[in-house]
């Protein structure tokens, strides 16, 4: 049987804050000049930017699933054959949620809501209750969290549990301990994990935020196949085998789910 490769595009981004349209059509100019992969990952709310002034401008940056603006992504991706992930501030009845969407082929894959929070975003968004999801496209299954969801290692497990085989992780991280992280996470797991961080520096009022960079993907081994910079936009495209992820072997006689003994787990 032939091996589904998969190539991957890690779009390290710094959106303009708070102008989505020009974030969109910047996400379409990279894609248009980076052809050939089958999945673009962008990072975190990179079309809104990460930093809010008030509710009111939460609202005025939000959309709901069914708003128009989607039908640019469906028909794009649709025209160009590719899935595209990214996040964005998602309208759901007048509750924010911190959102991430997987759109290919003109079809809505998956949307994700944040469950853990980070710092402030607790005062703008809803924190998600439903809970970690998986989809297929192109015969990969594919997962997703979102930034700080890293460290909980719940967060991926339930993904592996679930039958992701890639773990997409849009993120627009500040502290600096992730990219470590996600080797182990990735490891324990025996999965690929693809984390599109930002870069640059956003700031509002009296608040400034420096983002890390250093995007990467991290193979079921806990290697790291692809490292970005710190500081500049940049990306790259990698090929992997997804099925590598489906070997839960860590040795001869130890695999990392059927090993797990949830009856030893009880609080």
């Not at 998600?128 to 989809?135: A, E, I, L, P, R």
Request: glycine share 4%.
């Amino acid at each position: 049987m032939e091996e589904k490769k998969l190539k991957i595009a890690i779009v390290q981004f710094n959106p303009i804050r708070s102008e989505i349209e020009k974030n969109i059509n910047k996400a379409f100019d990279i894609i248009d000049k980076f052809k050939g992969a089958d999945v673009y990952l962008f990072p975190e709310l990179f079309l809104s930017g990460y930093l809010f002034e008030s509710i009111d401008e939460v609202k005025r940056l939000s959309l709901l699933q069914s708003d128009p603006f989607f039908e640019r992504l469906y028909n794009f991706t649709k025209i160009k054959k590719i899935a595209i992930a990214g996040g964005y501030v998602e309208n759901e009845s007048g509750r924010f949620f911190n959102s991430a969407f997987l759109i290919g082929d003109g079809k809505f894959l998956l949307n994700y809501r944040k469950v853990h929070l980070f710092n402030d975003e607790k005062d703008f968004f809803t924190p998600s209750v439903s809970g970690f999801k998986v989809t297929e496209y192109k015969s990969i299954k594919f997962g997703m969290m979102i930034c700080f969801d890293w460290l909980f290692p719940e967060s991926a497990r339930t993904l592996t549990l679930k039958g992701a085989q890639v773990i997409l992780h849009p993120a627009n991280l500040v502290l600096p301990y992730c990219q470590d992280a996600m080797i182990t996470r990735a490891m324990e797991n025996k999965v690929f994990i693809a984390t599109a961080n930002r870069v640059g520096i956003e700031k509002i009022k009296n608040k400034i935020l420096k983002f890390t960079g250093k995007s990467q993907i991290v193979d079921p081994n806990g290697k790291r196949i692809v490292s970005f910079s710190a500081n500049k936009e940049s990306v790259k495209i990698i090929e992997i085998n997804p099925e590598l992820a489906n070997n839960k072997m860590i040795t001869t006689k130890n695999n990392v789910l059927l090993d797990r003994r949830p009856d030893q787990y009880i609080l």
